[in-house]
């Protein structure tokens, strides 16, 4: 490295530092070569350069350099992984790239097609990407050897062998117990859960539901649990079936997703089930299109100051390599909509 290099390097670390605010005025090429002792030369180059890169702009002759920026932006990037297949996920995308640029990074966001994330990987391992997002609900834990921090949003991934996963989520089971527990103060009597269980979130809700029934001493908690594979409307349906035969006195439906809900109303909409205007729903998610419109009880869990918290975390990492143990972090939930029970 050569000194104008060298010189150049130094004074771009000292306006990050903050020595020099935004506007103020940068030492001149003179007291550059007194304080680390270079030719004139040398610290009109280096000046040049950061005025190139936008950190420094020269006044009109005689008036001096200031300071334009703090730093080069883009300090670096980070990657993150979504599939695009449900809007509650740009909420998250939305706070991270605000977190993001905030801090002076950028953020990129991928869309592999199927069977196209091995590639993904490939070229994200090759590049100079400071750290990746897993957002994606269905996203597996992705490979140890990817040699760059991984922060996973809302779904969450278990720990594995000698490997920590990091996580960011809301409060999934504080806030299905508070959920289950304003269901059952509201003095409904036959209770029932419908969920998936297909992720660590999803399992944490369950928990939690089904805590608050043991609390209010509801009977035979496992057996009203109702567990799907992936929710999907044929499953909602037969979901349903089993439901009422086994409890045909059932008045109200507590599910893990806004998801499951709109599926149900789907299924209301098309089959002949009598008995759904004296069953209560609720929800989780709080998804626009589905909570609002068909005025359900449901948890408010915040995407935005997830993807926040996440691209914080994951930076910190970036600065200070990774932790002794994993990161799980729980942002507050809401319940909302309670009116609605």
């Not at 966001?109 to 590049?127: M, Y």
């Not at 269980?197 to 399992?203: A, G, M, P, T, W």
């Not at 369950?206 to 001493?217: E, L, S, T």
Request: aromatic fraction near 8%; include cysteine; charged fraction near 25%.
């Amino acid at each position: 490295m050569n000194k104008v290099d060298e010189l150049t390097n130094k004074l771009r670390e000292l306006l990050a530092s903050g020595a020099f605010p935004v506007g103020a005025r940068f030492p001149s090429e003179y007291e550059l070569q007194e304080r680390y002792e270079v030719s004139r030369a040398t610290a009109n180059k280096a000046v040049a350069l950061l005025s190139a890169e936008g950190l420094l702009e020269r006044g009109k002759r005689g008036s001096g350099t200031f300071v334009k920026n703090a730093f080069r932006f883009p300090k670096g990037w980070i990657a993150a992984i979504e599939d695009f297949k449900h809007p509650y996920n740009m909420g998250m995308i939305a706070g991270a790239a605000q977190e993001a640029f905030a801090q002076g990074y950028m953020l990129s966001v991928f869309r592999p097609e199927q069977g196209c994330l091995s590639s993904l990987i490939k070229n994200l391992r090759a590049s100079d990407c400071l750290g990746v997002l897993g957002v994606a609900y269905q996203l597996e834990a992705l490979p140890a050897d990817l040699a760059k921090p991984v922060i996973y949003l809302d779904s969450g991934v278990e720990d594995l062998p000698g490997r920590s996963s990091h996580s960011v989520m809301c409060d999934n089971y504080g806030a299905a117990q508070e959920m289950m527990s304003k269901v059952l103060a509201s003095g409904k009597k036959e209770v029932v859960i419908l969920g998936i269980e297909s992720s660590l979130n999803r399992k944490y809700r369950m928990q939690g539901f089904a805590d608050a029934m043991q609390k209010y001493n509801i009977r035979n908690v496992e057996q009203r649990k109702f567990v799907m594979h992936n929710g999907t409307k044929h499953e909602v349906k037969l979901a349903l079936q089993k439901i009422l035969k086994q409890y045909p006195a059932v008045d109200f439906i507590v599910t893990d997703s806004d998801d499951i809900v709109y599926n149900i109303m789907q299924v209301w909409a098309n089959e002949n089930f009598s008995w759904r205007n004296r069953i209560g729903i609720s929800g989780f998610g709080n998804v626009h299109g589905i909570a609002d419109l068909h005025k359900i009880p449901s948890v408010n869990q915040h995407p935005w100051h997830i993807g926040v918290e996440a691209v914080k975390s994951l930076l910190e990492i970036v600065k200070n390599g990774e932790p002794a143990s994993s990161i799980k972090i729980e942002v507050p939930a809401e319940v909302v909509n309670t009116e609605y029970i």
